[in-house]
């Protein structure tokens, strides 16, 4: 617990006080990838850039989902001037965390308006603290915030389709949205998918580990079969992989709990760990006895 705890904040503190910045940023690329009719991903390429940005071009121009961490900014702002679009129109948050809000102000004062449920505004405009990673981040400026602001879903008629952008409640945190392209048939799932990979849930910000399987069950049953899924973090996927997650979180789910009710406590469900079919799911930021405390906090709430 303590390496992971130990990795994780030595990550974030540097990316929270952009010193990640110069030296650790300029080895991370971000590449476009093509996803399906006008969308396409940039993703980081060689460390953590943050989240996956969705992209949409077209005749009216650019309207990008999120905008990874603040340092990524000017290699972002690039890689969407080659697109030969013009500036950026419309910003959508999938919700609060730094490394989906980081360039917001630099969009923002470029005059893109910025999209995103009503909690993520009123996250970034008061500082917040992030216990679980040491970390406190301080009130967004102005130029950051969400200006048009939602309570269930809104809907972006840009490029030449809807682009529907739906409130999914406490899962990841109390403000996510998943977005879907309905022409293009693409649906950004924000943080409420890490694609073959352990997530972080946001539990002092409304998320819990019941609500996120809730919430990607629902995105299951209400999206295509075949439509491609950009994760918030992860590979490119499609609903298999939006599968894989939901069986992920409702199996290791199921085993914690019912350790939980058998009396053990969290050390020696952490000893007793996950079945192997499990182990590849660990990353830099979450190894198995990492997400067997989310878990179990989250349960324990
Ligand atoms: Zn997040």
Redesign the pocket.
């Known amino acids: 617990m303590k390496s992971f705890f130990f990795k994780v904040f030595i990550v974030i503190s540097c990316c929270s006080s952009n010193l990640v910045g110069a030296q650790e940023t300029s080895k991370i690329m971000i590449e476009a990838t093509h996803v399906a009719g006008n969308v396409s991903v940039l993703m980081g390429v060689g460390g953590f850039s943050g989240?996956n940005v969705g992209v949409s071009a077209g005749e009216d121009g650019l309207l990008i989902i999120d905008d990874k961490l603040a340092p990524m900014s000017e290699k972002l702002e690039a890689k969407l001037a080659a697109m030969n679009k013009g500036d950026v129109k419309f910003l959508i948050n999938t919700?609060w965390?730094f490394?989906?809000t980081g360039a917001n102000a630099v969009f923002g004062s470029k005059k893109a308006i910025i999209v995103a449920h009503e909690n993520v505004r009123k996250l970034l405009e008061s500082p917040q603290e992030l216990k679980a990673f040491k970390m406190k981040l301080p009130a967004s400026p102005k130029a950051a915030l969400p200006t048009i602001t939602f309570k269930q879903s809104a809907s972006v008629h840009f490029n030449g389709e809807e682009i529907q952008v739906i409130h999914m409640p406490n899962g990841?945190?109390d403000g996510d949205s998943v977005i879907y392209f309905t022409k293009s048939n693409v649906l950004h799932m924000g943080?409420h998918f890490f694609n073959h990979l352990f997530p972080?849930i946001?539990l002092e910000h409304g998320g819990s580990v019941k609500g996120m399987a809730r919430n990607v069950a629902q995105a299951i049953e209400r999206f295509p079969a075949d439509a491609k899924v950009i994760p918030?973090h992860g590979a490119l996927g499609d609903m298999e992989d939006l599968k894989a997650f939901h069986e992920m979180l409702v199996a290791t789910t199921k085993i914690v709990e019912d350790q939980m009710k058998a009396g053990k406590s969290l050390e020696q469900i952490q000893v007793a760990g996950l079945p192997e079919k499990w182990d590849s799911w660990q990353w830099e930021f979450f190894d198995t006895k990492g997400w067997i405390g989310i878990v179990h906090t989250s349960l324990s709430m």
């Open positions: 989240g919700h965390h490394d989906h990841h945190t943080d972080f946001d918030g």
